[in-house]
């Protein structure tokens, strides 16, 4: 296992890589977030230990761009401050978990063991189809560059099908995701919901991204969706 710790005070750093050394693990250290974002798009690290508080671009900074470049390392963030707004960032920035210094070791090494097992797997933080985006942590939803406004249900439905591009999930289903058991629900508030969320999403963009599958259910498509089809009226029929 590798390891990659980003961190500019040299005492911690030297702490942190005798360490994990100790453990076994091949450890590269950084001081600062530019030569760590360097290192991380060069080799593949199983897990990235990233203090926040770094000289030139911060570890918000490094995690966010590192995300953006598309490398997914498990990142495990430091943060100095004991505030919820640093912890927050930096889990909507895309780290993966954060400890607040001071730190124990035992437990540092617990949550980087806990990290490598989830792997390297791609876990956006904005979802996409197409140029229909959703972030769930500002709750920002675009189509292209036109910012959408949608009712908390309708920001659900969304968020799920985004979660399932190209999957065609029944009434049920969605009933089951977005709406809990105090809800009194029937099926036919899904199609209600679905109608005024295509009457923002694609209407408007004259596009259809959200198909009905008939008998089946509702599927978003994951290129964003087909141009609407021109109407084919009565334009062709010759009437006697
Ligand atoms: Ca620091």
């Not at 990659?4 to 450890?27: F, I, N, Q, S, T």
């Not at 408007?204 to 008939?214: A, C, G, Y």
Request: hydrophobic share 40%; proline share 5%.
């Amino acid at each position: 296992m590798r390891v990659l710790v980003v961190e500019d005070e040299p005492e911690m750093a030297g702490l942190l890589r005798r360490a994990l050394v100790e453990e076994g693990y091949a450890v590269d250290v950084a001081h600062t977030g530019d030569g760590g974002y360097q290192l991380a798009v060069t080799v593949s690290y199983d897990v990235i230990v990233l203090d926040v508080l770094l000289p030139g671009a911060s570890g918000f900074e490094v995690c966010a761009r590192l995300r953006r470049t598309g490398v997914w390392s498990p990142v495990l963030m430091l943060t100095a401050r004991d505030g919820v707004t640093d912890r927050v960032r930096g889990l909507d920035g895309g780290a993966d978990d954060y400890l607040t210094k001071p730190f124990s070791l035992v437990e540092l090494l617990a949550r980087i063991r806990a990290l490598a097992r989830r792997g390297g797997v791609a876990r956006p933080t904005v979802l996409c189809a197409g140029d229909l985006s959703l972030d769930p942590a500002t709750r920002v939803v675009r189509r292209g560059q036109v910012e959408i406004d949608l009712t908390a249900k309708e920001f659900a439905l969304l968020e799920e099908f985004l979660r399932h591009p190209d999957t065609v999930l029944t009434r049920e289903i969605l009933l089951h995701r977005c709406w809990d058991f105090t809800a009194e629900t029937h099926s036919n508030v899904v199609d209600v919901h679905i109608r005024s969320l295509r009457d923002k999403i694609d209407r408007p963009f004259q596009v259809v991204s959200l198909e009905t599958v008939r008998g089946a259910g509702y599927r978003l498509r994951r290129d964003g969706g087909r141009p609407t089809p021109r109407p084919v009226g009565n334009a062709g029929v010759i009437r006697a």
